[in-house]
């Protein structure tokens, strides 16, 4: 059974077998800000009723890390708290939302029913700069979001929580398997996480997988400069998409997407 884990003074995650995927909760003295909110209206209600395991303070005010279902298509279960994202992460929802339902009920027939009760409801406090700052409690604990460029997606958001020393790092990094990188821009991707790994003082949370901390996250970083560098190389002419493949630092049967998404960058098929 999964539990909430402390990861620094009032923060907590949990995992969720579901994706095994992380969510986060923290608290402030008079309210609860809550990082994703998972595929579905019942995940979410999953979420609301652990809290209750945790705390009696209320949500007062919610981030998704990305517009990807996973991170928020329970949103609607947490109003009327304000949904804190990127502007893009809104439009990704806005734009994208339907084909990504239809798209996971497809690959998961047993979740289309829950998925079909899903009430899109994309972030109504959106940033487009590089940060922003969140104040939710009385108190005045404040998080800070931050944009750190275009890689998992082009909406990515990490959560700080400095007074703590935990960084929530959405999908930026995953850990126990490589990242999805279908909406990726993975020739700029290890830049942005080396900017992340400049943020790490403590714990870092991954959307998904165990939470490390800053070797952990050089560790991604390298891996995702790898898919970079490869792709380079085949682009280039040097080496064959396949021998790349043999050559990345992920299982060969899951490298193979992500060099030919660096390569459709390459193309400058992405933008
Ligand atoms: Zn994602």
Redesign the pocket.
Known sequence: MSVWTEVGDRVFTRRYAFYDQNIGAILGDDGVLIVDTRISHRQADEILEDLKTLTALPVRAVVNT?G?N??AFGNHRFRPAPIWGHARCRRMIRDTGKAQIAKVAEAIPALAEELAEVVLDPPDRTFDGPSTTVDFDAGGRRIELRHLGRA??DNDVVVLVPDADVLFA??LIENGAP??FG?GYPMEWPATVERLVDLVTGAAVP?HGDVGGKAFVVKSMVEIRTIAELATLVHDGTISLDDAVLRTAYPADTARDPLERALAQLRGELD
Request: hydrophobic fraction near 10%; aromatic fraction near 8%; proline fraction near 8%.
């Open positions: 990305h990807h996973d991170h998992h997606t959405g999908d990242p999805f909406d959307g």
